[in-house]
């Protein structure tokens, strides 16, 4: 029988995933596939057009796992390889530690990108299993490099590990293993998932689908099934995967009691030939536009968070932490910053506004900017990837509601905006003077030296 006191909690977090992709947020078929099967997900619960992530896959990763903005843990930029480990402390806790004490079964399928090193695996922060890659999907290119030799240089491997144990290398990442991973990951947590509900046992299922992370490479029941090339394929690849795992759900008569959020990491991809698309507003990941700072993110949870919603109040990635960890029954940590806030009663659809304004945002170790409401400070301005970041002399304001593209600065009209822009921003840095910051690649037992 289900445990109606502690409700499943499923996060179903998508690679690179663009504001512009799905059809539920103007995407779908004018990207050349139909995501039904999300789109109806999304009638069936809550869909937010506020969502802000990181604006990359570490920093994104790390604050839905500690419920603390990356700046704080180190974990702001996604490493680079040859260049330390780098990773979440010990003195971190996750969502996974957090649930696992009102008695949670935890795994994590797919990528970690927060350590890849002895006491830095997801099993040594509170999963009980995983399987997976450490860092990124990209480094199945090795092997096709004509440049690239294994025996001198470094091979990635699919990884496998449980709580107590070492993780284990299961095989090297390829451009087949990675073009199929996938499967194995929806077997993996098809057994996660009947094993515990078939024991009356609540679980945390951190499902990190490989898609649509670089190379966008369809299986091959999905290879031209759009018509319309690789990428619209791997769009309807991932939808398709997305509709099986609610199946499942519905087969075992979870659903009811199963909280599901699907929702992206990022922005979306830059380089050819896999770019993405933010879709209404402007930009990619790795930089400080709203295309950076947007992805679809939709909560469903039947009976509780309202069907048929929308909302663009603004959420943080950090709020999802505090929210599910209430849910779940969990104690959130009182002992450290915690930047995440309590969205339940915002999600529950008994108050219709969020219980947060604005957030600061940075790239990499650069603060770029602040949001309050509908209006945005930046200070970095960078609309691509690979663009040069130029630092402003003066921030420019932009106002999201006229101007989604952020094409017109409007500082001089709109003043009085910086004094709310400037009260989160400053906040912040109070915050950091009573918890100094962990520095980027500290050790593994770095622990914040609090002010006497």
Not at 93 to 109: C, M, V, W
Not at 145 to 169: C, F, I, L, N, T
Not at 327 to 345: F, M, S, T
Not at 413 to 439: C, M, N, Q
């Amino acid at each position: 029988m289900p445990n109606m006191d502690k409700p499943n909690i499923i996060f179903f977090f998508v690679d690179n995933l663009g504001f512009g992709e799905l059809g539920c947020y103007g995407g779908g078929i004018l990207r050349g596939a139909d995501t039904a099967r999300i789109d109806r997900f999304a009638y069936e619960g809550t869909r937010l057009t506020n969502f802000a992530p990181e604006a990359q896959c570490t920093p994104s990763r790390s604050a839905l796992m500690t419920g603390r903005y990356a700046a704080r843990s180190g974990t702001q930029s996604v490493p680079i390889p040859g260049l330390g480990d780098g990773g979440l402390v010990a003195w971190e806790r996750t969502i996974a530690e957090i649930l696992s004490d009102p008695g949670y079964a935890t795994l994590i399928l797919g990528k970690w990108h927060l350590g890849h090193s002895q006491g830095r695996w997801p099993t040594d922060h509170g999963f009980d299993a995983w399987y997976g890659i450490p860092r990124s999907y990209d480094e199945c290119l090795w092997s096709e490099d004509p440049w690239y030799d294994p025996q001198r240089d470094p091979v990635s491997y699919v990884m496998e590990g449980r709580k107590g144990e070492p993780a284990r290398e299961v095989e090297q990442l390829t451009v087949d293993v990675r073009r199929d991973i996938d499967v194995e990951y929806e077997r993996r947590a098809r057994d996660f998932i009947k094993r515990n509900a078939d024991a009356g046992r609540p679980f945390f299922l951190y499902y990190c689908h490989s898609l649509l992370h670089l190379p966008t490479i369809p299986r091959a029941e999905f290879k031209g099934a759009t018509g319309h090339g690789d990428f619209a394929d791997c769009l309807l690849e991932l939808d398709h995967d997305f509709g099986r795992l609610l199946d499942h759900l519905d087969q075992l008569g979870i659903v009811e009691n199963t909280i599901v959020v699907f929702f992206g990491d990022n922005g979306p991809e830059e380089s050819q030939p896999w770019r993405g698309t933010s879709g209404f507003f402007e930009g990619s990941y790795f930089t400080g536009m709203e295309g950076s700072l947007r992805t679809p993110c939709i909560i469903r949870w039947p009976g509780r968070v309202p069907a048929g919603r929308s909302s663009d109040e603004i959420v943080h990635i950090t709020d999802l932490f505090t929210t599910m960890v209430r849910w779940g029954g969990g104690e959130v940590p009182a002992d450290r910053v915690i930047d995440g806030v309590d969205q339940g009663l915002f999600f529950l659809g008994e108050q219709e506004n969020s219980n947060r304004e604005g957030f600061p945002f940075w790239n990499g170790e650069q603060l770029y900017g602040v949001k309050w409401r509908n209006w945005k400070a930046v200070m970095k301005r960078q609309k691509y990837m690979w663009d040069p970041a130029e630092t402003l002399s003066m921030p420019h304001l932009f106002n999201l509601i006229e101007d989604p593209k952020e094409r017109e600065n409007v500082a001089i009209h709109h003043t009085w905006v910086f004094y709310h822009l400037g009260r989160i921003l400053l906040d912040y840095l109070a915050s950091t003077a009573k918890e100094p910051p962990t520095p980027p690649g500290a050790p593994l037992d770095f622990v914040p030296t609090l002010p006497a």
